[in-house]
Structure formats: structure tokens, C-alpha cells
């Protein structure tokens, strides 16, 4: 779907919107943990907005972005700058750059592959900054077609709750440094009665506490800052 087109006709924005949402996570996580960097690349970066954000936050820092999609370069390549560039490219296996810092949001999800992806990709980068989403939730089993949903829509093999994408990291390479949930689900609600209601309700149960929600209700996701071993 991704060298089709067919994702880019069921998701016509690429989620660019979430995007400056997206890059205040990231920017704060490594200022969290003071990581120092000169360079830093996005892998499956899409239509690039994460990039475009840090690039303007750290304008002496250079950013690239990497996608396989020709349609998501194609949206990315138009806000190359002094110091971000957009490659049509499989990073973990074309490219032989060394990261100091990678960002791999809301991608291993997709890749076929996804143990070998991240083995390859825990060689290439020191830090690598995850936002991974949290199918796997109590509502999701007892309605199934929630999570077929997600993967027509926007293609997600593989599903994973809190404690599973930890674990993948570890199994492939990784020491954690810092996991938080977040709450795209509250920043962008869907819309309509049942979705206003299930935000209050998601509201409600992410102030007890975050994890519950995920591991109740869905549609929260994983912010990792892992260090490859």
C-alpha cells in the first residue's frame, strides 16, 4: 500500500497533523535525558512534518528523513531546507549511514520483518526514539474489528501492548531508557457522539492512570528512548 498509493488515498494528510504533536514528544524526551546530537535522521518518516518541526527548533542541526513511499517523498521533498533533506530510501537495508540519533515513529508496526528491522536498525544508531502504538487493549479483544480496522486503514501487522513492545526492544537490541504512554486518542478524538463519549471516557481513565487506559480502552501508543547494546 505504501508504493501504490493506496495509502495515500486512505489517508490523504499522511496524519500530518499529528505531526507538531508528535515533535514536541520527541524534543522534550531527549532534552529530558540532555542527549547531544549533531545529526538526526526519521525512519518511515512520511510526509516529513516531524522532521520540519525539529528542523526549525534546532536550525544549526541537520535532519534527514528516510521513506520507501514515492508518495509520502513526494509531500516531504517540498519543505527540504538548509539543513533537512528527504531521501526515497530503505534505510536499514540501503543505506550505510551511522545515526547518532534515529526516530521510528508508528513504523515497525508495518514491516513484515519487524524482528529482523529492528535488529538491522539497533546497529546503525546510538539513541533511537520510538512511538509505537498500543492495539493490544482489553476492548480491542472483545471487539476484534477495532483493530481490523486499523489494519485496512493504515496498514499495522503486528499489535503490541506495553509490555510486549519492552519486551520486542530488549529481544532486539535495545536498553530502555525512559517509556512513557501518550495520548494521541485525547489530542485527536474522533469525531462525533461515540467519539466524544469514548474520549471522556478515555479521558477519565488516563487521569487514574495512563497504562490502565491503554491496557483498557486503546488508541494510546508507547514513547521510547532505547540506546542500542
Same mark, same amino acid.
Given at each position: +500500500?505504501?508504493?501504490? @498509493?493506496?495509502? =495515500?488515498?486512505?489517508?490523504?494528510?499522511?496524519?500530518?497533523? *499529528?505531526?507538531?504533536?508528535?515533535?514536541?514528544?520527541?524534543?522534550?524526551? =531527549?532534552?529530558? !535525558? *540532555?542527549?547531544?546530537?549533531?545529526?538526526?535522521? $526519521?525512519?518511515?518518516?512520511?510526509?516529513?512534518?516531524?522532521?520540519?518541526?525539529?528542523?526549525?527548533?534546532?536550525?544549526?542541526?541537520?535532519?534527514?528523513?528516510?521513506?520507501?513511499?514515492? *508518495?509520502? &517523498?513526494?509531500?516531504?521533498?517540498?519543505?527540504?531546507?538548509?539543513?533537512? /533533506?528527504?531521501?526515497?530510501?530503505?534505510?536499514?537495508? #540501503?543505506?550505510?549511514?551511522? *545515526?547518532?540519533?534515529?526516530?521510528?515513529?508508528?513504523?515497525?508496526? !508495518?514491516?513484515?520483518?519487524?524482528?529482523?528491522?529492528?535488529?538491522? =536498525?539497533?546497529?546503525?544508531?546510538?539513541? %533511537?526514539?520510538? !512511538?509505537?502504538?498500543?492495539?493490544?487493549? +482489553?476492548?480491542?479483544?472483545?471487539?476484534? $474489528?477495532?483493530?481490523?480496522? %486499523?489494519?485496512?486503514?493504515?496498514? &499495522?501487522?503486528?499489535?503490541?501492548?506495553?509490555?510486549?513492545?519492552?519486551?520486542?526492544? $530488549? %529481544?532486539? #537490541?535495545?536498553?530502555?531508557?525512559?517509556? /512513557?504512554?501518550?495520548?494521541?486518542?485525547? $489530542?485527536?478524538?474522533? /469525531?462525533?457522539?461515540?467519539?466524544?463519549?469514548?474520549?471522556?471516557?478515555?479521558?477519565?481513565? !488516563?487521569?487514574?492512570?495512563?497504562?490502565?487506559?491503554?491496557?483498557?480502552? #486503546? @488508541?494510546?501508543?508507547?514513547?521510547?528512548?532505547?540506546?542500542? %547494546?
Amino acid at each position: +500500500m505504501y508504493f501504490s @498509493g493506496d495509502y =495515500l488515498l486512505l489517508n490523504p494528510t499522511w496524519d500530518a497533523e *499529528q505531526s507538531p504533536w508528535k515533535a514536541k514528544l520527541v524534543q522534550d524526551l =531527549l532534552e529530558k !535525558h *540532555q542527549i547531544v546530537f549533531d545529526k538526526l535522521s $526519521e525512519i518511515g518518516c512520511g510526509a516529513g512534518q516531524i522532521l520540519v518541526k525539529l528542523a526549525k527548533i534546532y536550525p544549526a542541526k541537520i535532519f534527514v528523513g528516510f521513506d520507501i513511499s514515492p *508518495q509520502a &517523498h513526494e509531500l516531504a521533498k517540498v519543505f527540504e531546507s538548509e539543513n533537512l /533533506q528527504f531521501k526515497l530510501c530503505d534505510f536499514v537495508n #540501503g543505506s550505510d549511514d551511522k *545515526q547518532e540519533v534515529v526516530i521510528c515513529a508508528d513504523v515497525f508496526e !508495518h514491516v513484515d520483518d519487524y524482528l529482523g528491522f529492528l535488529r538491522s =536498525l539497533s546497529k546503525k544508531s546510538r539513541y %533511537t526514539v520510538f !512511538h509505537i502504538p498500543l492495539d493490544i487493549s +482489553m476492548i480491542g479483544v472483545l471487539i476484534p $474489528e477495532i483493530i481490523l480496522k %486499523t489494519r485496512r486503514k493504515v496498514g &499495522h501487522l503486528h499489535y503490541f501492548n506495553r509490555a510486549t513492545a519492552e519486551a520486542t526492544l $530488549e %529481544t532486539c #537490541g535495545y536498553k530502555i531508557i525512559d517509556s /512513557q504512554i501518550t495520548a494521541g486518542c485525547l $489530542e485527536f478524538p474522533d /469525531q462525533g457522539a461515540l467519539g466524544r463519549t469514548l474520549w471522556l471516557i478515555r479521558k477519565v481513565c !488516563h487521569y487514574v492512570s495512563p497504562s490502565f487506559a491503554a491496557l483498557l480502552l #486503546g @488508541g494510546f501508543s508507547l514513547l521510547v528512548l532505547a540506546e542500542s %547494546t
